[in-house]
């Protein structure tokens, strides 16, 4: 076997082994079988003439030359993909599928009609969207884009601020009817509140009152989870008080099924961005989903936009 047999479907296939460090999470990602994710290792490795991979029982890791190897690698691929592009002009945008990751109870209530009103438009870009709260390796799963709330300290990834998630207390009106309603931060404590388990230091409420004077307030309660959605159906069931996104809540309190307790004080807002795999960023239909989530997120209730 000589370099000609160096193709781009075994590069590709090589890559995202490297990174993902397993043969069948890469044959699932590709809808292959796993022996056909081998034989592409095989025939790439013959057609190098050094081995790229060493293979464990448990993991797949790359070899000095195979490091080498998936930095050229990487950046041939990117180079070839930006070229069809260009050839195909204004077409070259308009076909190929993107890899978004969100968090979760932000992607199910708002982040999926965005990427629906951008498939309207650009019907031939595909979407595969991953909901999850953790934080997780972009590179390895093959993500191009991942939206994420908090502070965020990957800087191997280009970050776009996309604003501030302003947050608000809220609970059911049977429960404040139930257990009366707080009418200063002190009287939290007596409450039940529900808390997020996946943030640290939820036993203890900031909030930041009409004057700017901060208060931390002790938050207890019989209920806890890690995830948004779950914390909103508590909410609704009359189980307690809790900081909630704006976005997670607008249409509760619209519908008067959920109230605003001391209006006067909220939680600090917690920034949103985007981050974008540098390596995906100059993909004309990546661009077009980044500029199209940032012109948009600002219409999602509660996220003000940087100035």
């Known amino acids: ?34 022996s056909t994710v081998t034989r592409h ?11 790229l991979l060493s293979r464990t029982t448990r993991r797949v890791t790359m070899t000095d030359e195979g490091s080498r ?14 070229a069809g592009d260009e050839a195909r002009g204004t077409r070259g945008a308009s076909a190929g599928t993107i890899r978004i990751s969100c968090t979760a109870a932000l992607g199910v209530l708002h982040v999926s009609r965005l990427i629906f009103a ?12 991953s909901l999850a709260d953790e934080r997780i390796n972009l590179v390895r799963e093959g993500v191009d884009i991942a939206l994420r709330l908090g502070p965020l300290t990957d800087s191997s990834m280009k970050l776009r ?44 409420l900031a909030l930041q009152g009409p004057g700017g004077e901060r208060h931390a307030v002790p938050f207890g309660g019989r209920f806890r989870v890690d995830h948004g959605l779950a914390a909103r159906e508590a909410l609704v069931a009359g189980r307690g008080i809790a900081p909630a996104h704006h976005w997670l809540v607008d249409d509760l309190l619209a519908a008067g099924r959920l109230e605003v307790i001391l209006p006067g004080y909220a939680p600090p807002p917690i920034p949103l961005s985007m981050l974008i795999v540098p390596e995906r960023a100059g993909i004309a239909r990546v661009r077009l989903l980044v500029d199209f989530l940032a012109e948009r997120i600002g219409g999602i209730p509660g996220i003000e936009k940087p100035r």
Do not use: C, K, W
């Not at 025939?43 to 081995?51: F, R």
């Not at 809220?170 to 257990?179: D, E, K, M, N, Q």
């Open 118 to 129: 951008f498939q309207d438009r650009y019907p031939d870009i595909g979407i595969d969207l």
């Open 161 to 204: 601020a996309l604003g501030q998630s302003r947050r608000l207390l809220v609970a059911a009106p049977a429960y404040l009817a139930a257990r009366g309603r707080p009418a200063v931060p002190q009287d939290l404590p007596g409450h039940e509140g529900i808390r997020m388990s996946n943030i640290a230091g939820s036993d203890t």
């Open 1 to 34: 076997m000589d370099r000609s047999d160096v193709t781009l479907e075994r590069m590709r296939s090589f890559v995202r082994v490297a990174e993902r460090g397993s043969l069948s999470a890469v044959a699932r990602e590709f809808g292959v079988g796993q």
């Open 69 to 82: 190897y998936y930095a050229d690698s990487v950046q041939i691929l990117r180079l070839v993909e930006q």
């Open 41 to 51: 290792l095989r025939e790439l490795e013959d057609a190098v003439g050094v081995p």
